[in-house]
Each structure stands twice: as C-alpha cells, then as structure tokens.
C-alpha cells in the first residue's frame, strides 16, 4: 500500500480538538491503515487575509484507496468542519492537503502530488520531518528531513533573476524591501548565484513584472521543478515567509 501524508492547517476554533477529530475519521476511514499525526505547530499566519496565528499538522497512513479517492473524502472533512473558501489565504477552520501518494506523481486539474509548494513550507515540513522525515520526495529525490534542513542553513541563498523590462533601481529597491523583511535570507542576483551553492530545492516562474526567481540544486543534481507562477510581491513575501518562519511545536493537550 502506498504510504501518504496528509498536511493540516487551520486557526479558526479549537484547530487541536479539530486536529484530534480529523485523526479520528481518518483511523475510521475503510481503505486507511496505521494513521500516525504529529504534534500541532504554531506558525505565523502567510499572507495579509490570512487572520491569527496557526496550528499546523500533519498525518501519515497507508492505504489502498486511489488518490483522488482520498482528496475527496480530506474536502468532505473539511466540509464537515465549516471550511470556507470565499477567501483566497483566508482565515480557515480545517485545511487537508495531499503531500505524498507513495512515489506517485499525479498531475490533474483538481490534484497536483507531490504538493508543489510543500518543498519549501516550513510548516508542511516541520510536521512531517517528526512522523516522515525519512520518505523520499518523489521529485526532488531527497528525504523531506533533507529538505527542512536546507531551510535552516542560514543565510538562506536566494536568487533574484533579472528582467529586461525593469530598470535595475527598481530591481535594486525590491532586493533592499525583500532583505530588511527577511535578514535571514541572503539575496543575490542570478548571474551572482553559484548553483552549487543555493539550498532551496526548486524554481519559482519568473515573476510577471518583477522578475524574481527562486532556484535551487539537489546534492546531485539541478532540479528545474516548475512551480505556479509567481506574480505579485506580496506572494514572494508568502515564499520567503514560508521558508523562514519557526514553526513552534506543542505538547499534545496544548491548545
């Protein structure tokens, strides 16, 4: 059976007791076995809409249900829990996603496994690092502890692509806007970067009018993994955020 993790968020409500339900119907659910969840991490909130702080978590199972077959019962949870979706980022009392199916890789219009965006989350790894650090990532070909390590190796080294449009003082003003909001991170320009020496595993698309560019390198290879496309400033602060940010553990029982 394919092992699968589950990542969790929410921070509308009780987000633990709710954390400790889903767990519940998931160890109910036929098709699932040996469900394993995480403690809850406290994360900041990512993006302004986004409301207080979070609790997030994660799950991990086996089980011989189809992929979509487990997206559409995590949405009927989240259904029964009030989630609404009215706004993008928004507050949210229960959020599912899909991290992992096994070694599959699943491109369709309604799921996308391995979860594009879970390489560079802070808040999806750290959960999963304590019940699944040692499970490959189906693309990037490292475990996940690997990949949350990369994001403590400060500084982080980020590459910040050129774009012929813009002038280099507006590029200037973005590299000096991004640096005072996240220290932690060390910007450089793209033909600056040294491929070996960048830590994030990945690329973000060019941004529309900006032209800032994640990339990154596995131990052994470039990893040239399309991601959606970034188009505002405010969503390479959500990058940048996820990527920096210390999700804080609690006990089980905190709330």
Request: hydrophobic share 40%; charged share 20%.
């Amino acid at each position: 059976m394919p092992t699968c993790c589950v990542a969790a968020g929410g921070n509308i409500g009780n987000v633990a007791a709710t954390f400790r339900q889903v767990w519940q119907i998931l160890e109910q659910t036929p098709g699932i076995d040996g469900v394993i969840a995480s403690r809850p991490y406290q994360t900041l909130p990512v993006g302004e809409n986004a409301g207080n702080v979070f609790l997030n978590g994660a799950y991990r199972f086996e089980s011989t249900l189809p992929a979509t077959v487990i997206l559409n019962h995590l949405r009927m949870i989240e259904e029964q829990f009030g989630r609404s979706r009215s706004l993008a980022w928004g507050p949210r009392t229960i959020d599912l996603d899909l991290v992992i199916y096994g070694e599959d890789v699943i491109q369709l219009p309604q799921l996308s496994v391995p979860h594009p965006a879970a390489w560079y989350r802070r808040f999806v790894l750290d959960p999963m690092v304590e019940i699944a650090g040692e499970l490959v990532h189906p693309v990037h070909r490292v475990t996940f502890r690997r990949l949350q390590e990369r994001l403590l190796e400060l500084p982080l080294k980020v590459s910040l692509g050129p774009l012929a449009e813009e002038s280099e003082d507006k590029l200037s003003d973005l590299r000096w806007q991004l640096q005072q909001e996240f220290p932690q991170v060390q910007l450089m320009e793209l033909s600056e970067a040294s491929t070996a020496d960048l830590i994030m595993a990945g690329r973000i698309d060019a941004l529309e009018t900006l032209g800032a560019r994640l990339i990154g390198t596995t131990s052994t290879r470039l990893v040239d993994t399309a991601l959606r496309p970034v188009r505002t400033l405010a969503e390479v602060r959500h990058v940048l955020l996820s990527a920096t940010d210390s999700p804080q553990p609690l006990e089980p029982g905190c709330e």
